[in-house]
């Protein structure tokens, strides 16, 4: 009589396939594709608390005083005037950009799953996602604003990572090859 053997696997375990495949890469690249995701998760976590602070600045103790601080960083950085077409105060503008910088850290870290599982795509859809993010956030929020707001902490890191996958993207891509020696042949 022969047993069964059947492999159930938990809801957490199909997703968790599913986003970083069955084989391990090299330990180069987790090592990579990990520090890439803590500072993808020190953005993304930074972005979700603007978002959220803005989005619940009702249920603080004084609204209209954060209200009208807000109101003082568009006028030191023109976002009344550069956006008065539109009817947006800087509270506004600073929500839009959280929202859509969110939305492109999901590029990133589909990038860097994509990176994980060694896929070529991952490299560019990284930068361009991380691109995307420094480029929108200089032109939307201004020069000024990215300059003074922004630390060189957080653009030198942002800049370094995706400089590092960018690299990769040209040395590190192909590394299935050295991972799966040949096996040797048997003489018969």
Known sequence: MALVRFD????????????????????????SVLIGFAIWFYYAIWHTLIFLSIAFIDQLKNPDLIRETYGKIGGKYSFNIRYQDMNWLTIDVIYIHAIVVLLLLLISLAGLVLIYRRKKWGYIIYFIGNLSIILFSFFFLGAAYFEEQISYFDKIMFLVVTIYFLIGMFFLKNTKATENPLKPQTQQ
């Not at 159930?8 to 090592?31: H, M, Y």
Request: proline residues 4%.
């Open 8 to 31: 159930e696997k938990t809801l957490v375990q199909k997703i968790k396939t599913f986003i970083i495949g069955n084989e391990k890469p090299n330990w180069f690249t987790r090592l």
